[in-house]
């Protein structure tokens, strides 16, 4: 036959089954006497056996008691425990994390820090997935964990960390007519045919945006960063990208500062309120900022 106690009546039977002592089980439970003598006869009449009966000053288990002092004993202990957070090891998590980022995020964030992620939490494994318009709400739903980001966002909508700030700059073939030193003139820049980047499933252009669609003679547009050398030297365009895009390829190209207008990039960890606390997570952004600074690409605080 299954029984159904509640964890209360257990709880009062547990203590019961250990002090022998109605008034003893009261006190320790904050309740009142007669509250656990209803208690104890409900339990009696569950088990169908007295548990407890009276012999000389006190009372004694019956063997039925004495079958189940120490397994009640086990459960008190391990459910006192159950919400207790452990002490986090990185060494000891096994965990996937999903990472929405551009290919410029992870050339930037993730892959200086991974041989570190590997060594000290060899069970940790982080999925790239690509970065789209809808980041708060594929954080709060928990479809990502992390987001690693240069597009606007609502600071008051979501957790970050600023990562670093990069410039732009130009790039171009060796011999293009804007290869060169010095930052290149803006009515120069928007003379000569470009290659744009879209960002996100909003295919949103950052130099676009700030330019204006109609000033700027956008030959080819790609979705990442990756493929732009060998698509500048193909197409004979230019660029503007972040410059340690430039120190991440192995490619012989032609670089100077970008135009004023375009400003610099700003480079965001997000996360939602539903993972700030998860000590896992918390592990994470913290080795991949660390990972930032020791790259120099912010000072530290």
Not at 268 to 281: F, N, Y
Request: charged share 25%.
């Amino acid at each position: 036959m299954i029984l159904s106690l509640s964890p209360n009546l257990l709880l009062v039977l547990a203590m019961l089954l250990k002090t022998k002592s109605v008034s003893s089980t009261a006190l320790m439970l904050g309740i009142s006497q007669p509250s656990v003598s209803r208690s104890l006869a409900k339990l009696r009449d569950a088990l169908n056996d007295p548990l407890l009966v009276r012999s000389g000053g006190g009372m004694i288990r019956t063997r039925r008691g004495d079958e189940l002092v120490g397994r009640l004993a086990d459960w008190v202990a391990d459910t006192s425990t159950l919400l207790v957070e452990k002490t986090f090891d990185p060494r000891q998590v096994e965990r996937r994390f999903r990472v929405a980022s551009t290919d410029f995020g992870v050339m930037a964030v993730v892959l200086p820090a991974l041989p570190m992620l590997r060594e000290i939490a060899p069970g940790i494994a982080i999925d790239i997935l690509p970065l789209n318009h809808a980041t708060h709400r594929s954080l709060a739903q928990g479809d990502i964990d992390l987001a690693i980001s240069g597009l606007e966002h609502d600071p008051s909508q979501l957790h970050r960390l600023h990562l670093f700030r990069d410039r732009f700059v130009c790039v171009t073939r060796p011999d293009h007519p804007l290869a060169g030193k010095g930052e290149v003139p803006i009515d120069e820049f928007l003379e000569h045919d470009h290659l744009g980047i879209t960002v996100s499933d909003a295919e949103l252009d950052r130099v676009t945006t700030l330019l204006g669609a109609g000033n700027r003679k956008v030959a080819a547009s790609v979705p990442y960063f990756g493929l732009a050398p060998d698509l500048l030297l193909a197409g004979d365009l230019v660029m503007a990208v972040p410059s340690r895009l430039i120190s991440a390829c192995h490619h012989e190209l032609a670089t100077r500062p970008a135009p004023q207008a375009i400003g610099e990039l700003d480079y965001w960890l997000l996360w939602h309120e539903r993972s700030h606390r998860d000590p896992a997570a918390v592990w994470l952004r913290d080795r991949l900022l660390e990972c930032c600074r020791e790259e120099a690409l912010i000072p530290a605080e």
